[in-house]
């Protein structure tokens, strides 16, 4: 019995050691390197030449025979890097700060695929170069639409994003975004490749290998705390409160700034824990002297009198006036800022929000959302706002819309803001569509039977009336009616005859498609005011029109529409006397929209205002006009501060009448000639980087709210005393 015992455990023993001979000669072959690596170490003293030999052959023995991590890392650090060039500008392409960042961060996560073997090593570390490969196309698309980074907060508002459908591809989708779609292919053939060498196979970086996850992982650290030691106050700051948003991926890399940006999306569920006493207090210092602007000449000029609000879709201000052969592109509105008080300098102040950031700062004065979007992510918080200032003196509040309500999560905010109504597309009849939905022209006309009976019913009224078909990507020109933006002229012959010559000017650009698209959005504005008129409407009534953002479009196509050459249809070359100088910071403030207020009593004198002004300042201004004041306005009434405003953006940017300053890159920008001294620079950005932590912990901490809550506590306890 024994004997047989024995001969089944030597067969199983020489079945065993067949198969695990490989192995066995691997193993060999790793404890040699082992022991020949301890030896190099012990000798480094004895012998330093031969030591250093032996510390590049190690090198050398990494580099070779660990080809599929050393490429996951080099394939990973390039995608931040070509990021980094195509976003912020070539000047970061090789800043070591962001390198030494992406560098640590690709290998900390990447040191986990040696806790596996290399099958699954390699279907981890591809998982990974997928996903960040797909960061870094969402952010290169996302920089091109809103010159900013996104976030992970974004993805509560993907589906209002997808509703868009092409527009997302056609305007914002472009070929340099595809790029980083090749390194994940790259990575693939590099294994196939080096799987069959022979040296891959016997090297120990086949099988897991926790001592390499050991070393990866202090290498990694090393490149951390020497990124760590580039880092000033400022960064560190910067980081924390994230709204420079270019300067946290300059300095940090897109990979740490996203992990940063995923910290920070889940700082509203854990408001109640962590920052809530400095929050409020800083709250409280900000609005302890706040004020009503001081009586002006248009104080209450407005007051009892209706408020009809046109919310004008991608209305840019560089239309007012604006001219193809002689035809305005906006004609009508020509003629109401002509006769109105219209502000020529005037700045919306969205984020990724875009329209719905800017019905919420116009009616609230206070900032978009620093992560998310004020109407998504907290439309469950507390603010003063105009429909609610406005019930107080008996005026009923409603928005008309033609698209879905729940779009931008309008009902649930406008309710929370105070809209006693929201009239949206299931109220209106689709018998005209042009992009997104409803036509104008279709959403004016039957708008006006809506509003008589609301002024039938409820009197005194605010009403918004929110346009949609100059949306992007203004691609149904078929559906705009005619006008050519091409340039027509004449040419006199060697015969002395005269023909007529038609350039392409703005044909078939995207800008030419927009104007186009403007062109009819102003046609339906007109329908909609002869309308107004022959109801009836326009009496005891002022209309506020304004362009709720720019229409994001490529900034090559501005220098062609300012810089036009028909000789070659091409652009005037730059040391041309006529070339207009069209750059970045040109192309920013290009994108200011068009403030008009029209009333009757306004029309005898109308007045063009030059004061740069921000759609923070609407409530205050509006408010001086109509009677009514909010504490808590992070803006201004125009006509009090007047020429001396600053008008801060979400990126923290900000600009006055002399100086448009680009906080995240720290340049400026002069617009009026003169010269702004650094002193004033630095007083303005920590102005505006105050508005800006005091505007999002307000939305954060509910501090409207919980303020009120505070101040009433306070009073009883001084009562009981």
Same mark, same amino acid.
């Given at each position: 019995?024994?004997?047989?015992?024995?001969?089944?455990?030597?067969?199983?023993?020489?079945?065993?050691?067949?198969?695990?001979?490989?192995?066995?000669?691997?193993?060999?072959?790793?404890?040699?390197?082992?022991?020949?690596?301890?030896?190099?170490?012990?000798?480094?003293?004895?012998?330093?030449?031969?030591?250093?030999?032996?510390?590049?052959?190690?090198?050398?023995?990494?580099?070779?025979?660990?080809?599929?991590? #050393?490429?996951?890392?080099?394939?990973?650090?390039?995608?931040?890097?070509?990021?980094?060039?195509?976003?912020?500008?070539?000047?970061?392409?090789?800043?070591?700060?962001?390198?030494?960042?992406?560098?640590?961060?690709?290998?900390?996560?990447?040191?986990?695929?040696?806790?596996?073997?290399?099958?699954?090593?390699?279907?981890?570390?591809?998982?990974?170069?997928?996903?960040?490969?797909? #960061?870094?196309?969402?952010?290169?698309?996302?920089?091109?639409?809103?010159?900013?980074?996104?976030?992970?907060?974004?993805?509560?508002?993907?589906?209002?994003?997808?509703?868009?459908?092409?527009?997302?591809?056609?305007?914002?989708?472009?070929?340099?975004?595809?790029?980083?779609?090749?390194?994940?292919?790259?990575?693939?053939?590099?294994?196939?490749?080096?799987?069959?060498?022979?040296?891959?196979?016997?090297?120990?970086?086949?099988?897991?290998?926790?001592?390499?996850?050991?070393?990866?992982?202090?290498?990694?650290?090393?490149?951390?705390?020497?990124?760590?030691?580039?880092?000033?106050?400022?960064?560190?700051?910067?980081?924390?409160?994230?709204?420079?948003?270019?300067?946290?991926?300059?300095?940090?890399?897109?990979?740490?700034?996203?992990?940063?940006?995923?910290?920070?999306?889940?700082?509203?569920?854990?408001?109640?824990?962590?920052?809530?006493?400095?929050?409020?207090?800083?709250?409280?210092?900000?609005?302890?002297?706040?004020?009503?602007?001081?009586?002006?000449?248009?104080?209450?000029?407005?007051?009892?009198?209706?408020?009809?609000?046109?919310?004008?879709?991608?209305?840019?201000?560089?239309?007012?006036?604006?001219?193809?052969?002689?035809?305005?592109?906006?004609?009508?509105?020509?003629?109401?800022?002509?006769?109105?008080?219209?502000?020529?300098?005037?700045?919306?102040?969205?984020?990724?929000?875009?329209?719905?950031?800017?019905?919420?700062?116009?009616?609230?004065?206070?900032?978009?959302?620093?992560?998310?979007?004020?109407?998504?992510? *907290?439309?469950?918080?507390?603010?003063?706002?105009?429909?609610?200032?406005?019930?107080?003196?008996?005026?009923?509040?409603?928005?008309?819309?033609?698209?879905?309500?729940?779009?931008?999560?309008?009902?649930?905010?406008?309710?929370?803001?105070?809209?006693?109504?929201?009239?949206?597309?299931?109220?209106?009849?689709?018998?005209?569509?042009?992009?997104?939905?409803?036509?104008?022209?279709?959403?004016?006309?039957?708008?006006?039977?809506? #509003?008589?009976?609301?002024?039938?019913?409820?009197?005194?009224?605010?009403?918004?009336?929110?346009?949609?078909?100059?949306?992007?990507?203004?691609?149904?020109?078929?559906?705009?009616?005619?006008?050519?933006?091409?340039?027509?002229?004449?040419?006199?012959?060697?015969?002395?005859?005269?023909?007529?010559?038609?350039?392409? *000017?703005?044909?078939?650009?995207?800008?030419?498609?927009?104007?186009?698209?403007?062109?009819?959005?102003?046609?339906?504005?007109?329908?909609?005011?002869?309308?107004?008129?022959?109801?009836?409407?326009?009496?005891?009534?002022?209309?506020?029109?304004?362009?709720?953002?720019?229409?994001?479009?490529?900034?090559?196509?501005?220098?062609?529409? *300012?810089?036009?050459?028909?000789?070659?249809?091409?652009?005037?070359?730059?040391?041309?006397?006529?070339?207009?100088?069209?750059?970045?910071?040109?192309?920013?403030?290009?994108?200011?929209?068009?403030?008009?207020?029209?009333?009757?009593?306004?029309?005898?004198?109308?007045?063009?205002?030059?004061?740069?002004?921000?759609?923070?300042?609407?409530?205050? &201004?509006?408010?001086?006009?109509?009677?009514?004041?909010?504490?808590?306005?992070?803006?201004?009434?125009?006509?009090?501060?007047?020429?001396?405003?600053?008008?801060?953006?979400? &990126?923290?940017?900000?600009?006055?009448?002399?100086?448009?300053?680009?906080?995240?890159?720290?340049?400026?920008?002069?617009?009026?000639?003169?010269?702004?001294?650094?002193?004033?620079?630095?007083?303005?950005?920590?102005?505006?980087?105050?508005?800006?932590?005091?505007?999002?912990?307000?939305?954060?901490?509910?501090?409207?709210?919980?303020?009120?809550?505070?101040?009433?506590?306070?009073?009883?306890?001084?009562?009981?005393?």
């Amino acid at each position: 019995m024994s004997k047989k015992v024995d001969k089944k455990l030597d067969k199983k023993t020489n079945k065993k050691n067949s198969i695990s001979k490989k192995e066995y000669e691997e193993k060999h072959i790793e404890e040699k390197k082992k022991i020949s690596f301890k030896e190099k170490v012990k000798n480094v003293k004895e012998n330093p030449k031969k030591s250093t030999k032996d510390f590049f052959s190690t090198i050398k023995d990494i580099l070779i025979n660990n080809k599929l991590f #050393l490429f996951f890392v080099i394939i990973n650090v390039i995608n931040g890097l070509i990021l980094r060039m195509f976003t912020i500008g070539s000047d970061s392409l090789f800043a070591l700060d962001a390198l030494l960042s992406d560098l640590a961060f690709v290998l900390i996560v990447g040191s986990f695929g040696y806790l596996f073997n290399e099958k699954g090593r390699f279907i981890y570390l591809l998982i990974i170069t997928i996903f960040l490969s797909a #960061l870094c196309v969402l952010n290169s698309a996302y920089y091109t639409f809103y010159t900013s980074f996104s976030s992970v907060s974004l993805l509560s508002t993907a589906r209002f994003i997808t509703d868009q459908g092409d527009a997302v591809v056609e305007n914002v989708l472009q070929p340099k975004d595809l790029i980083y779609v090749i390194m994940p292919i790259i990575f693939i053939i590099l294994r196939m490749k080096y799987k069959r060498e022979k040296n891959y196979i016997n090297s120990k970086f086949y099988t897991k290998n926790k001592k390499s996850f050991k070393n990866t992982i202090i290498f990694a650290a090393v490149c951390e705390v020497i990124f760590c030691l580039t880092l000033t106050g400022t960064d560190v700051s910067r980081l924390t409160k994230q709204w420079n948003r270019e300067y946290i991926v300059k300095k940090y890399g897109i990979y740490v700034y996203h992990v940063n940006d995923l910290i920070k999306s889940l700082e509203p569920k854990f408001a109640a824990l962590f920052g809530y006493d400095s929050a409020l207090k800083e709250f409280n210092e900000y609005y302890k002297d706040a004020k009503p602007s001081k009586s002006n000449e248009y104080t209450g000029i407005f007051e009892g009198k209706n408020i009809l609000a046109i919310h004008g879709e991608s209305i840019q201000n560089f239309l007012i006036g604006l001219k193809f052969n002689g035809e305005e592109v906006t004609p009508n509105l020509n003629k109401l800022a002509s006769k109105s008080m219209y502000f020529n300098n005037f700045y919306t102040q969205v984020s990724v929000g875009t329209s719905s950031d800017t019905e919420f700062t116009l009616n609230t004065s206070l900032m978009p959302a620093n992560i998310g979007t004020a109407f998504s992510d *907290y439309a469950d918080k507390e603010y003063v706002s105009i429909p609610k200032l406005l019930k107080e003196k008996g005026y009923y509040s409603f928005a008309m819309h033609a698209n879905k309500g729940d779009y931008w999560n309008r009902r649930i905010m406008h309710k929370n803001l105070g809209y006693d109504e929201l009239i949206a597309k299931d109220k209106y009849e689709i018998d005209e569509v042009i992009g997104l939905g409803l036509s104008d022209v279709s959403f004016f006309r039957q708008s006006i039977p809506k #509003l008589k009976e609301i002024v039938e019913k409820h009197g005194k009224y605010y009403g918004t009336f929110i346009m949609l078909t100059n949306h992007t990507p203004f691609s149904e020109t078929d559906k705009y009616g005619e006008f050519p933006v091409d340039l027509k002229t004449t040419k006199t012959n060697d015969d002395g005859t005269v023909e007529e010559v038609t350039y392409p *000017y703005m044909e078939d650009t995207k800008l030419g498609n927009y104007i186009k698209s403007a062109h009819y959005a102003d046609y339906a504005l007109g329908l909609f005011f002869e309308e107004l008129e022959k109801e009836g409407l326009l009496e005891n009534t002022v209309i506020v029109f304004y362009g709720d953002h720019d229409a994001r479009l490529p900034m090559s196509n501005y220098i062609r529409l *300012y810089n036009y050459n028909p000789e070659t249809d091409d652009v005037l070359e730059e040391d041309d006397p006529n070339y207009v100088d069209f750059n970045d910071y040109t192309y920013e403030l290009n994108r200011k929209v068009p403030l008009i207020i029209w009333s009757k009593e306004i029309e005898k004198s109308p007045k063009t205002i030059d004061y740069p002004m921000g759609m923070y300042d609407m409530m205050p &201004t509006l408010g001086n006009m109509f009677g009514f004041y909010n504490k808590y306005a992070l803006g201004h009434d125009i006509f009090d501060i007047k020429e001396n405003n600053l008008v801060v953006f979400p &990126t923290g940017n900000w600009l006055t009448k002399d100086i448009y300053y680009n906080n995240q890159k720290e340049e400026s920008y002069i617009i009026s000639g003169t010269v702004v001294s650094n002193e004033t620079i630095q007083k303005n950005s920590e102005y505006a980087d105050k508005l800006l932590s005091v505007s999002n912990n307000t939305l954060v901490y509910n501090l409207i709210k919980n303020s009120r809550v505070e101040t009433v506590n306070e009073s009883s306890v001084i009562k009981g005393q």
